[in-house]
């Protein structure tokens, strides 16, 4: 397993832009399909977008699709969730995951590594 670490969440005006940060100890970034989950109060933890392993592909859910874009730099073992145009509705504790298998998954279950969560809060 490899460890995960967020940060860059914090309270943001409607229509403003955030982006999160995810540091990946203990292998290489590149080893790993990456993706960002979010969570809402009293909801289930749902995914919001992800990075192939190879890094030749991307997919988001359509509720950011757009707004939302990840990224990663291999050099720095670095995962980014850039958020643009959030709305109140984008408030969630934000989570990093990892997954070794062949495929992006958009599964919760289907990821071995979590980070602790760092909170996006829009206001309006």
């Known amino acids: 397993q490899v460890q995960l670490a967020e940060s860059g969440g914090g309270l943001v005006q409607t229509g403003g832009s955030l982006r999160l940060s995810c540091v990946v100890s203990?292998?290489?970034?590149?080893?790993?399909?990456m993706a960002w989950f979010r969570q809402a109060p009293g909801l289930e933890r749902v995914f919001a977008a992800g990075?192939?392993?190879?890094?030749?592909?991307?997919y988001y859910d359509e509720s950011v699709k757009g707004r939302f874009t990840i990224s990663r730099d291999k050099d720095k073992n670095t995962v980014y969730l850039q958020m643009n145009s959030l709305t109140p509705g984008d408030t969630a504790v934000y989570y990093c995951?990892?997954?070794?298998?062949?495929?992006?998954?958009?599964?919760?279950?289907?990821?071995?590594?979590w980070g602790q969560g760092t909170q996006v809060t829009v206001s309006s």
């Open positions: 995951a990892a997954d070794s298998s062949q495929y992006l998954s958009q599964k919760r279950c289907k990821y071995e590594s």
């Open positions: 203990g292998r290489p970034v590149g080893n790993y399909n």
């Open positions: 990075i192939h392993w190879s890094g030749g592909s991307t």
